[in-house]
């Protein structure tokens, strides 16, 4: 996203990260209310699914460009795991994020297969 172009809501990349902010925001606040995995469960259906379904209505409206740009290939990789994205919604023990399993990754790698 180009410099000093945060706060404009014309341009799509800001309208993608709006989302992603909207659907964090809902998850801080779970964590911060201390709300079980159960509760999580039930709650995303109503709080985080209309985003996330609007969200991905807004991703396949979007024209891919030039590959090499950043935001197409954000778009890429996003459409490519709408199915995965839907996927957090039903178990309240998924994360939004996958930061966690990168860390994992990164601090024990010993854990993860070996790829030959």
Request: hydrophobic share 30%; aromatic share 12%; charged share 30%.
């Amino acid at each position: 996203m180009p410099k000093g172009s945060e706060k404009d809501l014309s341009n799509p990349a800001v309208q993608g990260v709006a989302y992603c902010d909207k659907l964090f925001r809902y998850e801080r606040r779970y964590k911060e209310q201390e709300l079980s995995y159960e509760q999580r469960e039930k709650r995303r259906p109503k709080d985080e699914k209309p985003v996330t379904e609007a969200f991905i209505k807004w991703l396949n409206q979007q024209k891919m460009s030039a590959p090499s740009n950043k935001f197409n290939k954000a778009l890429s990789h996003a459409r490519n795991r709408q199915d995965i994205l839907m996927t957090y919604l039903e178990d309240g023990r998924c994360s939004l994020s996958n930061k966690m399993s990168l860390y994992a990754g990164y601090f024990y790698p010993h854990l993860l297969p070996h790829i030959a």
